[in-house]
Every structure is written in structure tokens, then in C-alpha cells.
């Protein structure tokens, strides 16, 4: 399975954008990336998922490299509600389930 | 509009004894359903998938099942619960078909002293 690395944590101020990145190296022509984000004592929440072009939703935009090598998540306002574990996932169109690695743990500074 | 409902919320059990963890999904149907655990301090880890009634895949060997006695009904079990069964529990579903987008209930926090 192809797999993603993050930065552990990372640090951003409240109302300042916030761009997290994601290594998938490996990455196969079908496979989709997902972003997850799981607030303290809550199960994981979906943020957003592309296959090649950048996504933009309510939530957030997801950047896609032309390559797909890597992508990053951009939060264009990040509020205090934001601080969170970002996870990125890659996954395979069909059955094939979501296997969630360590994240990067987001704090927001107020 | 689809949902999932998983109970009991919190429980503490002590060791030795049985375990049985519900989850529903209402909504929908031929969901794909998952149980994920998440030990204090670490990452989600899948236990147990299931693509349809009866058909059940473990991921991790360990004194926990898995059963779906219907199609929007997954349960995860232990007939004698460990001290490291301790954890969150998270049930969650997915379309049959599509990319794979997970929808999670309310989790399940088990502590087994």
C-alpha cells in the first residue's frame, strides 16, 4: 500500500492561513488522497479528497502536485476550532479501507 | 440523509469479562462498515471491515470478533476482555462503491481495569 508522511505538528496563529503538507511518494494512478481531521475525543471527520486537480470545498482547498507525489491541505483561516490531527490517506477506489497513520497534530495560537 | 449510531458511549468493564460493542447505520444500504480502535495517546487502528452480511475481514489477531448479522448491523465482541483492550472505539461506514469517503459515529470509550 502506498504510504504518506507529515510532519508530526505544526503551529499556526489564529486567522492566518495554514497549508500542511503530505508526501505520498509512492502514489499509484488510482489512488484518491484523503484528509481527515479528528478533534479531541471525537472520531475522525472528512475534510476533503481529490484524484489530480485541486478541490476547493467549505472546509478547505487541497492542492495537488502535477506529479501527485505530494499534496497539501490549506486551511485559509485557521480559528481555534481548527486544532486538530490532519491525517492524509491515500486509498484505492472500491473496498479497499482507509488505513490512518500518526497525522500532524495542528495547534492554533490565539 | 444517512447516519450511524454506535453504544454504549463510555463503559468499564473488568477484566476477564465479555464485551459487546453495537453499531447501526440507518439510510442507507450495502454500506461498507469498519470498527477502528484508538489506544490513549495513539493513531486509529483498523480492526475489523465488512463489505456485506457475514463477510467480515480482521486486520489485527486478537482476542476481539467481529460479526454483521444485517446489513446496516456491525458488532465487535470479546468473550474476555484484556487490560490493553482499553481504548476509543470507532464504528464507521462508507459507500459500497466510490472513493472510500469514511463516516464515523460517536466512538465508544472502554476501559478495562
Known amino acids: 500500500d502506498a504510504k504518506t508522511t507529515q510532519p508530526n505538528s505544526m503551529e499556526s496563529n489564529e486567522e492566518e492561513p495554514v497549508h500542511l503538507p503530505c508526501n505520498h511518494s509512492?502514489?499509484?494512478?488510482?489512488?484518491?488522497i484523503h484528509w481527515y481531521r479528528q478533534l479531541p475525543s471525537q472520531g475522525p471527520e472528512y475534510v476533503i479528497h481529490?484524484?489530480?486537480s485541486n478541490v476547493n470545498n467549505r472546509m478547505a482547498s487541497l492542492a495537488i502536485a502535477e506529479d501527485r507525489k505530494s499534496s497539501t491541505l490549506i486551511l485559509h483561516r485557521a480559528t481555534l476550532r481548527d486544532a486538530a490531527v490532519y491525517y492524509c490517506i491515500l486509498s484505492r477506489r472500491g473496498n479497499t479501507p482507509l488505513v490512518f497513520g500518526k497525522g500532524t497534530r495542528l495547534s492554533v495560537i490565539a | 440523509s444517512q447516519t450511524i449510531h454506535q453504544w454504549p458511549a463510555t463503559l468499564v468493564q473488568p477484566v476477564g469479562s465479555p464485551l459487546s460493542l453495537e453499531c447501526t447505520v440507518e439510510g442507507t444500504s450495502n454500506p461498507n462498515l469498519y470498527w477502528y480502535r484508538q489506544a490513549a495517546g495513539r493513531g486509529l487502528q483498523l480492526l475489523f471491515y465488512?463489505?456485506?452480511?457475514?463477510?467480515i475481514s480482521s486486520e489485527v489477531p486478537q482476542n476481539l470478533s467481529a460479526s454483521r448479522p444485517q446489513d446496516r448491523q456491525f458488532i465487535l465482541s470479546s468473550k474476555k476482555l484484556l487490560l490493553s483492550d482499553s481504548g476509543f472505539y470507532l464504528c464507521?461506514?462508507?459507500?459500497?462503491?466510490?472513493?472510500?469517503?469514511?463516516?464515523f459515529g460517536e466512538g465508544s470509550r472502554l476501559t478495562v481495569l
Open positions: 509512492t502514489i499509484s494512478g488510482t489512488d484518491y
Open positions: 465488512s463489505v456485506g452480511i457475514g463477510q
Open positions: 481529490g484524484l489530480t
Open positions: 464507521a461506514w462508507s459507500f459500497l462503491q466510490g472513493p472510500g469517503e469514511l463516516f
